[in-house]
């Protein structure tokens, strides 16, 4: 759970300065502050994120076909 959390709060950070970016009137110092960070964020994160994102996304494959093989199993043993 660890991996999601992580995922979610980065990606949430990612909606939220986006939202505060949106609401702010261009070329204001607030924008080009939270534009920044935006940058700054992204670059500190990018490489993390993006094999994390890779591991979940194996995880949960394989979370998915144990699952299957669970249900195959189930279903073998129901028809006995």
Do not use: F
């Not at 080009?32 to 993390?48: G, P, V």
């Amino acid at each position: 759970m660890r991996i999601k959390k992580y995922l979610d709060a980065t990606r949430n950070k990612y909606v939220e300065l986006q939202s505060l970016l949106t609401r702010t009137q261009d070329g204001t110092p607030e924008y080009n502050r939270i534009r920044n960070e935006i940058l700054t964020t992204y670059q500190q994160n990018d490489e993390k994120y993006g094999k994390t994102k890779c591991r979940y996304d194996e995880l949960t494959k394989k979370l998915s076909h144990i699952k299957q093989l669970v249900m195959e199993y189930d279903s073998c043993i129901s028809d006995s």
